[in-house]
């Protein structure tokens, strides 16, 4: 395949290969002879072929090429020995960046991710900055490079031996591929596909996404042998002895090379004669690897099992402590071996285009290239390592595993070799297993992490270290995979060593393993029995809160009432304001609002719980409190509240890196607060966004069954039926769903999406089991589920009776709660299921309510159907008016179906259905700032009429405006505009929270 002459390599028979790199560079620079230049694209080139195929010097002409046309290259080759190393390969690419700068131009270059990012890439960081999950740090790499690709266009990535790369570092560069045909950048793989992992697998589709194929690299032809052996051995050789040499390496260019330098090292004349010794060289069972090694002497020999021992890290230095030799030796030894075609020759000076100087804040630093020993290809490399005696490669990994930590490159560096070696029960063998996985923990690398701390434990580790490193086992997956945690944390707890701090973290991580896995009534034991083995009453506070919240989250529910007039007692008693006390008064808001007690008194407790804050990535305090105190100010009419908890906790789980449940769960219950206050299209996308990544985390799990019931609740809200049952049939929704307390409740939607096939008969089924199992629970607020309000009406056709009494009794419920809201809504189902005068009486009063209340979606709704019932009546001037505005929230709630009934009425009332642009979150106009602010103020809608100048029906509808868009009801608007603090008339309120 090459040809070594007095200038750069020439490649033999790669012209195809070659044409498709040139066509690519020309997408991605543009062609010199363009005025101006064209559009041009990035996008994935990859070559496929067995080792000694030639990937190397492909990849190297890819660099040469790319460096002439003014590219800025970056380039990586995995390694053998570095699989296991996460993000070993990612480091390769980022490192020479950014090795000439410090610590303030790299926060300045990763910007907000650099806490997040800086440890994947190899920068040393604080070790207490929290472990971001994987797929936060993906994310983090995805916006690095392409900021850096745009900044620094045009970009070729190289990747070299990429069924070596680590695990970490190929999932990232498999989920970015996609993107590089949008950005200014060309990547270019090389891969052996017989040697792909089950992870690595998806390498062969990285260029089949963009409509082409991995290309193969097929073996030299004769012809280009016989210039290969002509080149080395001499014109003389004759055709026989080319083509035999063809036949008997198959073609493979790395063994044409090897063969023909075994021949001249033999003085074998290349003649027709010598076939029969041709052969014999081939089949003997050495290679000539050995041969030409042990000649060079022990020395030697002990050079080139140290750097195939320590890999990419053969530093001279690093060498010269593995093998025991000194640098003057070393630099000695390393042009021999380089002579001899062992190790690579020196590197010349890179080509690649002149680095533009630092013209700023943004610019990046010129790469620096590394300086390393290494095998002149991967195959020798392999032969050396294999060839180490057994008992010595151990021993040489345990060496190499001591310089490395000497030479201050961590734990992490040296935990590879630490795998390496037999168990001896060595505390420092441990010790370090446990720092590495630490710092794994800190780059985003939990597997790495398990890896380490797994072999500490078969070391295995003193008695008084297990339940430690158990913890920790157990803690490694916690945020992406709850259900790996479970056994770990469960033989901690069973560890005789085991001492009371360590058991209250063990017994709080094993909870919410359970927990995030839909186990609620598993949690609950664990945190009870971790009650009673207290000693202390801070603790024993902890555990109850966290038993009571976890006994709360099952659906089952056996024991509910008694269990929230124990949890009322214990809340009336405590007289502290530590976390524990917030967080039960939190659970006791959480508790007053399902159960339907004035909504006052939940959002006494909820206030009390939230002081200056609630965190929801605490180490010690889950976010689960968080979210159920978020949900009852939401249903407490107070969603704007809500939406500011939960955007600051999404906010926080984004700073940090995570991107697992803890951001589902705020993504998704986002969306859900902005479906509850009529902003559908926002409330689908981020329903969305947080099913993705609670699939991520893994199916089945709660976080997964509340994004998909808030996706159905908005498919159904903006009248897509039938994309909602195909979804529901796509998620199994109507077979078993997770024993959970869910919001929504999963088998109330279930019951409101047959309802809206018109399935009557199966809608009434579920939704009385569903009123059966809340009814059991204490769960008598329509406001928390809503069963009533949907068997109402599928029980109207048939049993109109029983629908108005399971109407009125929704009734009842909502007006012991209070909010608006939730009286506006029973009212509006009562009032459909009631005939004659009645039905206009009730749909009038829930308007009414509505209209008090920040439900923007429930509002238009209400407001169709009343004015569809005074259509009918013969009142089209009324009607009307209750169309129009109906009409206006429906098109500006996103709610398709409804404003195209809202249309249909208004053209049978005679009336022209105008076609309205949607504002929702705009701030407020002038008059309803004036009204709010004096609303705010205590005043009535008379004296603000008086002021303003308006009639106080019409400063009731200003109101309502104001509610829906500032997200509270009037009780809450005080909080809202700053009057607890001393409002003054003509402050402007806040914009509303817009979400992500």
Not at 104 to 124: C, F, N, Q, S
Not at 942 to 967: F, M
Request: one cysteine or more.
């Amino acid at each position: 395949m090459t040809r070594q002459g007095r200038g750069r390599r020439t490649l033999l028979e790669r012209e195809s290969e070659l044409s498709a790199v040139d066509v690519a560079l020309t997408e991605l620079c543009g062609d010199p002879a363009d005025e101006p230049a064209g559009p041009r694209t990035g996008g994935v080139i990859a070559f496929a072929g067995p080792g000694g195929a030639g990937k190397t010097a492909l990849l190297g002409e890819v660099r040469r090429r790319a460096a002439a046309r003014g590219c800025t290259v970056l380039s990586a080759r995995a390694g053998e020995q570095e699989q296991g190393v996460a993000f070993h390969v990612v480091r390769q690419l980022f490192q020479p960046v950014l090795a000439a700068t410090g610590e303030e131009t790299h926060r300045k270059i990763l910007g907000g991710w650099y806490d997040i990012v800086a440890p994947a890439v190899g920068l040393v960081v604080s070790a207490d900055g929290g472990s971001p999950d994987p797929h936060g740090v993906r994310d983090g790499l995805d916006w690095l490079v392409t900021r850096f690709a745009v900044q620094q266009a045009p970009v070729v990535m190289i990747l070299d031996d990429a069924h070596w790369a680590d695990t970490e570092s190929l999932d990232w560069l498999i989920r970015f591929a996609p993107r590089a045909v949008d950005l200014p950048m060309l990547l270019a793989v090389g891969y052996r596909p017989e040697e792909l992992s089950a992870d690595a697998a998806a390498l062969r589709g990285l260029t089949e996404r963009q409509g082409s194929r991995p290309r193969p690299l097929a073996p030299l032809t004769p012809g280009a042998v016989g210039r290969i052996v002509r080149e080395v051995l001499g014109a003389e050789a004759d055709e026989s002895f080319c083509r035999e040499c063809w036949a008997v390496t198959g073609g493979n260019p790395f063994e044409v090379v090897e063969l023909t330098a075994k021949v001249r090292e033999r003085d074998l004349k290349p003649q027709s004669v010598n076939l029969t010794h041709l052969r014999e060289l081939v089949s003997a069972k050495d290679s000539g690897l050995n041969d030409r090694l042990t000649r060079l002497g022990t020395a030697a020999v002990r050079l080139a099992w140290a750097v195939a021992v320590l890999g990419s890290e053969a530093t001279p230095a690093l060498a010269s402590d593995v093998a025991g030799l000194s640098t003057t030796e070393i630099a000695e030894l390393a042009p021999r071996l380089a002579d001899a075609r062992i190790f690579a020759p020196p590197r010349p000076a890179p080509e690649d285009r002149p680095w533009r100087p630092p013209t700023g804040d943004e610019a990046l630093p010129r790469p620096a290239e590394p300086k390393s020993l290494e095998f002149l290809h991967p195959l020798i490399a392999t032969a050396v390592y294999r060839a180490i005696p057994g008992a010595l490669r151990v021993a040489m990994h345990g060496s190499a595993a001591a310089t490395v930590l000497a030479a201050g490159r961590g734990s992490g560096a040296a935990g590879r070799h630490l795998l390496e070696l037999h168990p001896e029960a060595d505390p420092w063998v441990v010790r370090h297993l446990r720092a590495a996985a630490r710092e794994y923990l800190r780059a985003g690398a939990p597997d790495a992490a398990r890896r380490c701390l797994a072999r500490a434990l078969r070391e295995p580790p003193s008695l008084q270290e297990r339940p430690a490193l158990l913890y920790e086992l157990g803690c490694a997956a916690q945020l992406s995979e709850p259900a790996v945690t479970v056994n770990h944390l469960r033989a901690a707890l069973e560890e005789p060593a085991l001492g009371p701090d360590l058991r209250e973290s063990v017994t709080y991580r094993l909870a919410q393993a359970y927990g995030h896995s839909g186990r609620m009534e598993e949690a609950a034991q664990v945190v009870a029995a971790g009650a009673g083995r207290a000693t202390s009453a801070r603790t024993r506070l902890r555990m109850q809160a966290e038993q009571i919240m976890w006994n709360m989250f099952r659906a089952d529910g056996q024991d509910s009432p008694a269990r929230s007039r124990r949890l009322a007692r214990l809340v009336d008693r405590l007289s502290g304001r530590g976390m524990a006390e917030r967080y039960l008064r939190g659970l006791r808001a959480f508790d007053a609002m399902t159960r339907g007690e004035p909504a006052a008194t939940a959002l006494r407790y909820a206030d009390e719980a939230l002081g200056d804050g609630l965190s929801w990535t605490d180490d010690e305090w889950g976010f689960e409190v968080p979210i159920l105190v978020a949900l009852t100010f939401l249903h407490c009419d107070q969603p704007g509240r809500a939406e500011e908890l939960l955007a600051d906790g999404v906010a926080e789980c984004e700073r940090k890196g995570w991107r697992g449940a803890h951001l589902a769960f705020g993504l998704t219950l986002l969306g859900y607060v902005r479906y509850r206050r009529g902003a559908l299209a926002e409330a689908e996308e981020l329903a969305r966004e947080g099913l993705r990544i609670a699939d991520l985390v893994g199916p089945e799990t709660p976080a997964h069954w509340t994004a998909v019931g808030t996706l159905l609740e908005t498919l159904l809200g903006r009248g897509r039926v039938e994309e909602a049952h195909e979804f529901a049939a796509e998620h199994s929704c109507g077979g078993n769903v997770l024993q959970a307390l869910l919001c929504p409740d999963a088998p109330t939607v279930r019951g409101e999406l047959l309802l809206a096939r018109n399935m009557h008969s199966e809608a009434r089924q579920r939704l009385a089991e569903v009123g059966h199992r809340m009814d059991r629970r204490g769960m008598r607020n329509p406001a928390w589920c809503p069963w009533q309000l949907h068997l109402a009406q599928a029980l109207a056709l048939t049993e109109p009776r029983q629908a108005a009494e399971v109407a009125r009794d929704a009734v009842r419920r909502a007006r012991q709660f209070g909010a608006h809201s939730m009286i506006g809504r029973p009212l509006h189902t009562a009032g459909l299921v009631a005939q004659g005068p009645e039905r206009l009486r009730l749909l009038a009063e829930a308007v009414d309510h509505l209209e008090r209340s920040p439900s923007a979606y429930d509002l238009a709704v209400a407001q169709v159907d009343h004015g569809a019932a005074l259509r009918r009546i013969g009142l089209p001037q009324e009607a009307g008016e209750r169309l129009y505005r109906g009409l206006e929230g429906a098109v500006r709630c996103g709610a398709d179906a409804l404003a195209a009934r809202a249309r249909d009425e208004l053209s049978a009332t005679g009336l022209r259905p105008l076609q309205l642009r949607a504002d929702h979150g705009s701030p407020l106009t002038s008059q309803e700032q004036a009204a709010a602010e004096r609303a705010a103020l205590g005043w009535a809608d008379d004296r603000i009429g008086d002021e303003l100048g308006l009639e106080e029906r019409e400063v009731a509808q200003v109101l309502s405006g104001v509610y829906r868009k500032v997200g509270t009801d009037r009780t809450g608007l005080a909080k809202v505009l700053g009057a607890a603090s001393g409002l003054a008339i003509g402050a402007r309120v806040p914009r509303p929270v817009s979400g992500r």
